[in-house]
């Protein structure tokens, strides 16, 4: 896939407002706005948090994914560092405690159909949330348990996406600080899902 400065503004546009449906675990908790701040700010500025050591191990880790295929054709001792590199990456991830407690206490519950993408997220919940209501959301997609934790805001009330009376309230809410290299992973995510879709549609028809 070509880099984002490759691209043009179409392709960029398209890209991140590409959407799926996904089956997800989904938690969320209210902030208020010093609250929202703060967590902006220790991202922004490099202040250790459980909030930004995540977000950096998942740019990193999305900045060895470009570096793959950028150095394709590169010396095998570079690619082989590339990848022990991109390894101890995923083990950090995978062995982060605050990640595998977010995690094991997500899949406690009940998970359940949302629409994703790289900008925001459309889900149901049991409670009506306020426009401009500031949101801490973790989200763990049931296909690979891609996870994805970032800060949002509620911009619009909309119809439920499941029927569900424990859940009937929709929402949309935009992703608001959520790191380049977040995104572009999450974006790639997205189409690989989409395709995987694709393909298993072909094999029943066919």
Request: negative net charge.
């Amino acid at each position: 896939m070509s880099s984002d400065t490759a691209m043009s503004d179409g392709e960029r546009t398209m890209r991140r407002s590409f959407r799926i449906r996904e089956n997800a675990f989904i938690r969320y908790r209210k902030l208020n706005q010093q609250q929202m701040d703060d967590l902006l700010n220790a991202r922004a500025i490099g202040q250790p948090s459980k909030f930004r050591n995540h977000a950096q191990l998942v740019n990193l880790e999305a900045k060895f994914r470009e570096a793959f295929t950028l150095l394709g054709q590169a010396p095998a001792p570079v690619r082989d560092c590339l990848n022990a590199l991109n390894d101890k990456i995923n083990l950090l991830l995978e062995e982060q405690p605050e990640r595998q407690e977010a995690m094991r206490e997500m899949v406690k519950g009940s998970s359940y159909q949302c629409e994703i993408g790289a900008t925001g997220i459309r889900f149901d919940c049991e409670e009506q949330l306020e426009e401009g209501q500031s949101l801490f959301i973790q989200v763990m997609l049931i296909s690979d348990r891609h996870y994805l934790e970032t800060t949002g805001v509620v911009r619009a009330e909309r119809k439920p996406l499941n029927d569900d009376p424990m859940r009937p309230y929709g929402v949309g809410v935009e992703f608001i600080g959520l790191g380049e290299g977040e995104t572009e992973l999450l974006i790639k995510h997205l189409f690989q899902r989409e395709s995987e879709s694709l393909r298993m549609r072909r094999l029943k028809v066919d």
